[in-house]
Nanobody, 127 residues
């Protein structure tokens, strides 16, 4: 079982950048697809980005394509989300998640495909 801890959130102005980190501990990280999701107040948790175990395949929500980049470091078990050109609508709690129930050849996007979640980190973008 892998444990996940997010960091890097904060309060920034529109147009700024933030880099979220998710440190993993426990077994299996290097074989898991990983993802980032977010949840704004009063809204459902939504997909942001994901990456396969190898890093070869990635997927992004349309709302963040071209602005956000997901990456991972299997040697120092972590996954990152570089967020550029932030907008007020990006304000949410961001969650890191591991798709550990099976092996994925593609970058998963559904909440149900992810079995382990971090506690979340708040990102607030002021306009």
């Amino acid at each position: 079982q892998v444990q996940l801890v997010e960091s890097g959130g904060g309060l920034v102005q529109a147009g700024a950048s933030l880099r979220l980190s998710c440190e993993a501990s426990g077994r299996g990280f290097s074989s898991f697809a990983m993802g980032w999701f977010r949840q704004a107040p009063g809204k459902e948790r939504e997909f942001v980005a994901s990456i396969t175990w190898s890093g070869f395949h990635t997927a992004y929500a349309d709302a963040v394509k071209g602005r956000f980049t997901i990456s991972r470091d299997n040697n120092n078990p972590s996954v990152f989300l570089q967020m550029n050109s932030l907008k007020s609508e990006d304000t949410a709690v961001y969650y890191c998640a591991a798709a550990g129930s099976r092996s994925y050849s593609y970058a998963p996007k559904q909440v149900r495909e992810f079995s382990t979640w971090g506690q979340g980190t708040q990102v607030t973008v002021s306009s």
